[in-house]
C-alpha cells in the first residue's frame, strides 16, 4: 500500500464547475496535510494546508480533511482553464517526513 | 529575498560520472528534503533531514548520497550505482515543526547521456 494515493487523472470539468480532488493516506500519526498545485515543468506550489478535521476554505479552494477515514479532500470552485495543473496531496508525518502521492491531472476545458 | 535555490538548472553528465546537485536555503529552515520526479509522476523522496549532520533515507535512496555540514545546505550526489538517473529533481525545506509547509527550490534537471 502507498503511503498517499491519489487518482492520476486526467479529471475533466468544464469551465465554473466544481473539481474535486481526492487523497487517502496510510500513517494514522499524520499530523499535516497539504495540496500543492505544479505547472508542467515549475516546481510545487502550495494551494491549501490543514491540520484539523473539517473544512478549511480559502477563496475558490476548500480543503476537506477526516482523519478517522484518512482521507483528505481538495474542491476548485468556478474552476478555470488556468487551474489546469497537476495536483499533489502531500503529508507530514512522523520525523517530519513529508510525503507525495503520484498527482492528479486536472484539465479545465471552456 | 529569503527562498531556496538549486542550481545548475539544467545539467548534462555523462553515463558513469558522479554529479553534485546544490540546494542552498536562507530561511533558517531545519528540515530540508530532496525529491526525484520522472514525467507524468509524481515526487518520490531520495533522502531528508532534519538537523546538521543528521540525514535519512526515503523511498529511494540506492544510488544516491547526501551531506548536512551546514544547516542552509544539503547537496545531494547522484553516483553512477543509480540505474536511471535521468530525471527532475526537487530540493525543499520546511520548519521543523509540525503544522508547516515546505518550501521548493526551482529545480535540477539532470540529463545523462
Known amino acids: ?110 | 529575498d529569503g527562498g531556496i535555490t538549486q542550481s545548475p538548472k539544467y545539467l548534462f553528465r555523462k553515463e558513469g560520472q558522479n554529479v553534485t546537485l546544490s540546494c542552498e536555503q536562507n530561511l533558517n529552515h531545519d528540515a530540508m528534503y530532496w525529491y526525484r520526479q520522472d514525467p507524468g509522476q509524481g515526487l518520490r523522496l531520495i533522502y531528508y533531514s532534519q538537523i546538521v549532520n543528521d540525514f535519512q533515507k526515503g523511498d529511494i535512496a540506492e544510488g544516491y548520497s547526501v551531506s548536512r555540514e551546514k544547516k542552509e545546505s544539503f547537496p545531494l550526489t547522484v553516483t553512477s550505482a543509480q540505474k536511471n538517473p535521468t530525471a527532475f529533481y526537487l530540493c525543499a525545506s520546511s520548519s521543523d515543526r509540525p503544522n508547516t509547509e515546505a518550501f521548493f527550490g526551482q529545480g535540477t534537471r539532470l540529463t545523462v547521456v
Not at chain 1, 469551465?15 to 510545487?44: H, M
Not at chain 1, 476548500?62 to 499533489?88: F, G, M
Open chain 1, 1 to 110: 500500500q502507498k503511503e498517499v494515493e491519489q487518482n492520476s487523472g486526467p479529471l475533466s470539468v468544464p469551465e465554473g464547475a466544481i473539481a474535486s480532488l481526492n487523497c487517502t493516506y496510510s500513517d494514522r500519526v499524520s499530523q499535516s496535510f497539504f495540496w500543492y498545485r505544479q505547472y508542467s515543468g515549475k516546481s510545487p506550489e502550495l494551494i491549501m494546508s490543514i491540520y484539523s478535521n473539517g473544512d478549511k476554505e480559502d477563496g475558490r479552494f476548500t480543503a476537506q480533511l477526516n482523519k478517522a477515514s484518512q482521507y483528505v479532500s481538495l474542491l476548485i470552485r468556478d474552476s478555470q482553464p488556468s487551474d489546469s495543473a497537476t495536483y499533489l496531496c502531500a503529508v507530514k508525518g512522523g520525523y517530519n517526513k513529508l510525503i507525495f502521492g503520484a498527482g492528479t491531472r486536472l484539465a479545465v476545458h471552456p
